[in-house]
């Protein structure tokens, strides 16, 4: 990949991702910040593309093939910010947040396999690629080398990474599995978003702060926040999976439902069928119709209609106003952070998050 093209995915990334702009960070502070995760970001790109390449013909392809389709470096990206809390970008913060993103683009092959996803950053997913085995076998590789690439950065950051990498396991365990007959659904369900999404996020955010010097009393306020941002983040995907595909994403309206993940607005619900015959409709058609577009392997219209009715329900506005809540929690642990860009990019991080179901 040349430097061109980094540069740009790394602007792409603070405006998009972060919502970084000019009129936000307008001082020669601020600028200086955003130049720094910039060249950041360029460095960790270019340690993406020599780290994910390997010397047998089979595995470079199959590696690189989701990290050449994109994606928002959102992980690495939170690594670099919180490391402008102490020295600012080094080696060791470089290669953790490249350590950080393989190791979230190894989820995303096994949670493709395991989800019988057929799309995935607008292409085929790589079990569809190639097959199932291919898939986890390319996951299993790149654990491996993020597992490589950690293993110089000391005790704490091996033991973070493994750490992290159990509760992203327990995770997708707990969701194939689902809540026990004695548990509530939608506390096990915001627990699996807080394992499979809010603990990579949270050790992006650990990495930043411990490699680059911080005072380590702002690693528990980092932590809170990448674990809470992470919960919320996936609240709003909740909401964004049930509505019409925008430009040639591949995505289908629903997409998790018809994959029978049921997310927050599907638990809600069903909580609110047990007393409102209304609620109890949509939800017997959701859930009649998601086994007949399955078993028939067929887009069924009726299903796509039923999903339209879901989107404009009020559980799916009760969703936003608890991703709502988990983003403003997140902020509030941010309270030990001195004034400065770090905690304004934090806060402005928090808030795009929500505003992207708008």
């Known amino acids: 990949m040349t430097g061109p093209t980094r540069r740009a995915r790394a602007g792409t990334t603070l405006g998009t991702t972060l919502g970084f702009g000019e009129k936000l960070f307008s001082s020669s502070e601020e600028r200086r910040f955003v130049s720094a995760i910039e060249s950041g970001l360029e460095s960790v790109e270019a340690a993406l593309v020599d780290e994910m390449s390997f010397a047998d013909d089979l595995a470079d392809v199959t590696s690189r093939y989701l990290l050449d389709a994109g994606g928002k470096r959102i992980r690495p990206t939170l690594a670099l910010v919180t490391a402008q809390l102490g020295n600012g970008n080094n080696d060791p913060v470089i290669q953790a947040a490249a350590a950080i993103e393989i190791t979230h683009l190894a989820s995303l092959y096994h949670d493709d396999v395991m989800d019988e996803a057929e799309m995935r950053r607008g292409v085929p997913s790589a079990q569809i690629q190639w097959n199932n085995?291919?898939?986890?076998?390319?996951?299993?590789?790149l654990f491996a080398r993020a597992s490589k690439l950690v293993a110089g950065l000391g005790e704490t950051i091996i033991r973070l990474q493994a750490d992290t990498f159990e509760r992203l396991c327990l995770g997708q365990l707990h969701e194939t599995m689902g809540p026990r007959d004695d548990e509530d659904?939608?506390?096990?369900?915001?627990?699996?978003?807080?394992?499979?999404?809010?603990?990579?996020?949270?050790?992006?955010?650990?990495?930043?702060?411990?490699?680059?010097?911080a005072p380590v009393e702002y690693r528990d306020a980092v932590t809170a926040f990448g674990e809470k941002i992470g919960i919320a983040f996936q609240l709003v995907d909740d909401i964004i999976d049930l509505a019409p595909?925008?430009?040639?994403?591949?995505?289908?309206?629903?997409?998790?439902?018809?994959?029978?993940v049921s997310t927050l607005p599907l638990l809600y619900l069903r909580r609110l069928a047990t007393t409102d015959p209304e609620a109890a409709d949509l939800l017997t058609r959701i859930e009649r119709d998601v086994n007949v577009a399955h078993y028939a392997e067929a887009d069924d219209e009726e299903l796509t209609a039923a999903i339209a009715e879901l989107r404009a329900h009020d559980v799916t506005r009760q969703t936003l106003a608890e991703a709502q809540r988990w983003s403003r929690e997140a902020v509030a642990?941010?309270?030990?952070?001195?004034?400065?860009?770090?905690?304004k990019a934090l806060v402005r991080f928090a808030d795009s998050i929500v505003e992207r179901s708008r």
Do not use: F, N
């Open 245 to 260: 595909p925008v430009g040639e994403t591949g995505k289908t309206p629903g997409t998790d439902l018809r994959s029978g």
């Open 133 to 141: 085995s291919i898939a986890i076998l390319t996951g299993d590789l």
């Open 185 to 213: 659904a939608i506390e096990h369900y915001i627990q699996v978003l807080a394992d499979k999404t809010g603990s990579l996020i949270a050790a992006a955010a650990q990495t930043g702060v411990l490699l680059a010097g």
């Open 333 to 343: 642990d941010l309270a030990p952070l001195p004034e400065g860009p770090v905690k």
